[in-house]
């Protein structure tokens, strides 16, 4: 909890030297990248090194499924595609970004997103290394939770208020997926 507390300042006072040293350039610096609302790089997000394929993964590349999480805006219940599945640890953390948004219980970078490769435990000060994140590269975290050697998807879907479709979703758990059986 003391870690917890300790990050949480940390996040708050680099939130206010953020906001108080150009805001606008920071604003400027995030148009200009394919974020979405939470932070997410999409379309042109790169698979950490040393990714593995899951071995017969309950949804297969090309499977179409039903997200049933919602990470993102608009994305609980909507339908989209699986395009890739690896077998790793999925970690949930919490971070100051480079803008001084402190994220909390982010889900999910993968074991393969960690500076250091030693295997994650829930209390753990990490550095992430993830390339699907906006702001988030080199940051200090800390792990709220790990989901060990379980199933990672990549998904492209479209968002239920009809926006547009949203490419290379990285992570989802397979509890946080149903098939879509419709035609």
Not at 54 to 81: C, D, F, T, W
């Amino acid at each position: 909890m003391n870690k917890l507390c300790t990050f949480l300042f940390l996040g708050i006072a680099l939130s206010a030297c953020a906001a108080n040293s150009s805001s606008k350039t920071n604003e400027e610096n995030r148009q200009n990248q394919p974020v979405s609302a939470h932070g997410h790089l999409h379309g042109n997000a790169l698979l950490p090194a040393n990714m593995t394929a899951a071995v017969n993964p309950k949804y297969a590349v090309g499977q179409r499924v039903v997200i049933n999480e919602e990470h993102m805006p608009n994305s609980l219940g909507a339908k989209g595609v699986v395009k890739g599945a690896y077998r790793t640890n999925l970690i949930m953390v919490s971070f100051a970004d480079k803008y001084g948004n402190v994220i909390s219980n982010h889900k999910w970078v993968v074991q393969e997103e960690l500076a250091d490769k030693k295997i994650a435990r829930k209390g753990d000060k990490v550095k992430l290394s993830a390339a699907h994140l906006g702001g988030d590269m080199n940051a200090a975290a800390f792990v709220d939770d790990v989901l060990y050697q379980q199933t990672a998807y990549v998904v492209d879907y479209l968002p239920t208020d009809g926006g547009a479709m949203v490419e290379d979703h990285m992570w989802y758990s397979e509890q946080e997926l149903l098939p879509d059986n419709t035609k």
